[in-house]
């Protein structure tokens, strides 16, 4: 099976910084690679699909980058309202299979 | 446009068989090239993927839980449900149903299930 590892499990980082999360897959998984941010006592919401496209109304200082094995996800300034865990997410076309990244949280 | 609820019993005690369903309004569960799938999120940690139905009626589970897992659908209902076997404390968790094709959108709102006696 797919193994996607993210790091870092957590972060804490300033209002208007730059922040880079990375999520790297066991093997070569193409762009097949999404991105969603939880809030808590909330399902998440998809930020980032097929790696590297933004989902309609998430702002644009959201972007996805990377292929293959190596992925990042980068908030170019940081808000209050960006406050979450970040999750990575891949799928399996056959056998259809999904695996999560195992979260990192983003603190100010 | 489409929405998903789950709903069920809130507490299932150990043993016994833990059953959610998510209704589906706003569009049909039989249209559509679409995995109806369940997630779960034991407290505090993260998101597990359970399994899900095609719109056509084939399931896919987990290999962690296949054994005790069965998915099903109702299209009379629109809706489609999880029966988890055997629970223990370890199945204790937030559960979200979630259309996929390709990405999770959209949601439930999620249910807590706590598995206690």
């Known amino acids: 099976d797919i193994q996607m590892t993210q790091s870092p499990s957590s972060l804490s980082a300033s209002v208007g910084d730059r922040v880079t999360i990375t999520c790297q897959a066991s093997?070569?998984?193409?762009?097949?690679l999404n991105w969603y941010q939880q809030k808590p006592g909330k399902a998440p919401k998809l930020l980032i699909y097929g790696a590297s496209n933004l989902e309609t109304g998430v702002p644009s200082r959201f972007s996805g980058s990377g292929s293959g094995t190596d992925f990042t996800l980068t908030i170019s300034s940081l808000q209050p309202e960006d406050i979450a865990t970040y999750y990575c997410?891949?799928?399996?076309?056959?056998?259809?299979?999904?695996?999560f990244g195992g979260g990192t949280k983003v603190e100010i | 446009q489409v929405q998903l609820q789950e709903s069920g019993p809130g507490l299932v005690k150990p043993s016994q068989t833990l059953s959610l369903t998510c209704a589906v309004s706003g569009g049909s569960i039989s249209s559509g090239d679409y995995y109806w799938t369940w997630i779960r999120q034991p407290p505090g940690k993260d998101l597990e993927w359970i399994g899900f139905i095609y719109y056509s009626g084939s399931t896919y589970y987990n290999v962690s839980l296949k054994s005790r897992v069965t998915i099903s659908v109702d299209t009379s209902k629109n809706q489609f449900s999880l029966n988890l076997t055997s629970v223990t404390a370890a199945d204790t968790a937030v559960y979200f149903c979630?259309?996929?094709?390709?990405?999770?959108?959209?949601w439930g709102q999620g249910t807590l299930v706590t598995v206690s006696s």
């Open positions: 093997q070569d998984i193409s762009n097949y």
């Open positions: 997410q891949h799928y399996d076309i056959l056998p259809p299979r999904l695996t």
């Open positions: 979630a259309r996929f094709r390709g990405v999770f959108d959209p």
